[in-house]
């Protein structure tokens, strides 16, 4: 419902709806990705080999969720506190992505976090480029 | 992704995975409809009439993103926890559903919210019919 | 500074403006001291046998980071939803605060986390019953 | 709690303790101070003149949260998203304590509001200069 909600905004909004509709699917999908990829990470017997995976998890997590939100609202006043939270966003999306990633061939959950990690830095990237 | 996850999960669930993942999905829209929904009031000329509604909005959309976070969680140990917090979800849902449905006819992105607000009360009281 | 913010609200507060801010300030300390117990567990060489404490962990983080939201908002007309919500904390914490007591012999870290879950879980049936 | 806590962490923390739980500190008070103003400000008959402050208040409030979860995890391996989310956080403050600041003449709660930002303000840049 992001996009409908958006399309209904009552104010001026200094960017392009539909992309940071995109952005806000994006992050959310991958906040959940990391919690459940957390827990499952948990669950696995090499759960010891695994704790560097469920930390980055939880980071990414908390840094989607936030950031979800903030561009959510529509503050304007201040685009640089959107700008630099986003590059936050990246880097844990990053970071994930390449640790989830580098045993997505052993844990199926790990694959498919990463891909939600890199979708989201994808377009998280897309909306700073939108910002300028 | 919920699904796609959960059915990754490398140890059992004590609930169906379509409805749990069907749960989390509609907690997660809730919450980011009513985020959205509370800055969208925040932009009406008649905010003054309208900070109930902030409130409501900004109270359920911290329920639900926790307890979907603690759903998430295959903990199972004490499913007391989760159904308690599932109750406070569908009583938040109730209230924020109510209120912004009373001004729907008067903002779209009230009407919009109400409806993500049901439709994530009712997932909620499936999932707790479910846990018996 | 939870009392003197709670001083200055300029409207009526139903509720011991003074037990309200113990309760936020336990609530507060609680999600922080489960948040750094979790990440503690996962250094701790015998992580594979902390798995429980970990979920438990996060999910009392959560559980109160939300209650702390939704008890600092004044919102007052439907108290169900606080009163339930903290119903969920008190079970969490409980949860908590057993699981980390149950070692705290053998960890430091979740002896401290034990203490601060069982005076949160005070704090919050000490609200309740001043909730009637 | 938080330095208590730290002080039981069983590995390394590439960072001087008391610092580190001092900033938690200070992320967490401001947080708490965000929260209960934004609602504050719902409760002032001049609440249209106060939607600036209500947003900034809530963006501050997610940032310092979501920056307290992330630096009591000592995860170290990439030190990039600490920094950037703190230097986030910086501005969230900044921005925050500026606008609360400019009506803390006028209401209590955002004279207090305003001195936990410019606290964590100053305590986040502390710990950004200690990371080096």
Redesign the interface.
């Known amino acids: ?2 996009m ?3 399309e ?4 001026e909004i200094n960017l392009d709806r539909a992309k940071l509709a995109a952005t ?1 699917d994006a992050l ?2 991958c906040a ?2 990391c ?6 990470c ?4 090499s ?2 080999e695994l ?2 995976c ?3 998890n ?2 990414c ?3 989607c ?2 950031t ?3 561009v ?4 304007g ?2 685009a ?2 959107s700008r ?2 986003l ?2 966003c990246v ?2 999306c990053k ?1 994930c992505g390449d640790e989830c990633g580098s045993h997505a061939g052993m ?3 790990c694959r ?2 990463a ?2 990690c890199r979708a989201c830095e994808a377009a998280c990237r897309d909306l700073l480029a939108a910002m300028g």
């Open positions: 419902m992001t409908p909600m958006l209904t905004y009552p104010a806000i959310i999908a959940e990705a919690t459940a990829c957390a827990d499952a948990l669950s696995e017997s759960v010891a704790t560097k469920v930390r980055t939880m980071d997590a908390d840094i969720g936030a979800a939100r903030v959510s609202r529509h503050t006043y201040d640089n506190i630099t939270l590059e936050a880097m844990a970071s844990h199926e959950h498919i976090c891909e939600a």
